[in-house]
């Protein structure tokens, strides 16, 4: 293990620390899985949408919901390699195991409800312009969370891609 100091060292320890990270086979696992979720949601709307420009799709595709769920590839991959790795006892596995299920939670449920909440704010100020407060001349992010399945899929695909990748 590297021992690690601010400021210490050149180029050589940089590299030495690019190669440690890059050699960590649960966040590499992980980064494809966000990467790969980012794409093919990409490709989705590309499909779906009839109006598609680079702009739109690139600020979809970094914005919260759609499908599948980037959150929920990420923290499966993640968990998935942590057993994989250190095996179904370890600790590290059990929090990791904790931590996805609250992403996913928190993805369909109170981010989803916010999004909803934020349709209906943006509905009632559309209706009653006279009444628009300063502070609300933008409209609200309507696309916050995930539908269940879309969740599901993400899940599938990290662990999928956590399985397959050495």
Not at 3 to 32: C, D, K, Q, W
Not at 43 to 59: A, F, H, S, W
Not at 72 to 84: E, F, G, H, N, P
Request: net charge neutral.
């Amino acid at each position: 293990m590297l021992e690690y100091s601010i400021g210490a060292g050149g180029p050589e320890s940089i590299m030495s620390y690019v190669r440690e990270i890059t050699g960590n086979h649960a966040l590499l696992r992980s980064f494809i899985a966000w990467v790969t979720a980012q794409i093919i949601k990409c490709i989705i709307m590309i499909v779906i949408e009839e109006d598609v420009n680079i702009r739109k799709v690139l600020i979809f595709s970094l914005s919260s919901g759609g499908m599948p769920s980037t959150h929920s590839a990420t923290v499966s991959a993640l968990c998935t390699s942590i057993a994989i790795i250190e095996g179904l006892r370890s600790p590290l596995f059990a929090i990791s195991v904790v931590f996805a299920f609250l992403v996913m939670y928190d993805a369909m449920g109170v981010r989803r409800a916010a999004g909803e909440h934020a349709k209906v704010i943006n509905n009632m100020i559309e209706k009653q312009p006279e009444h628009k407060p300063i502070d609300m001349q933008r409209i609200l992010k309507e696309k916050l969370g995930h539908k269940p399945l879309e969740v599901f899929v993400g899940a599938i695909l990290g662990i999928t891609i956590a399985v397959i990748i050495p």
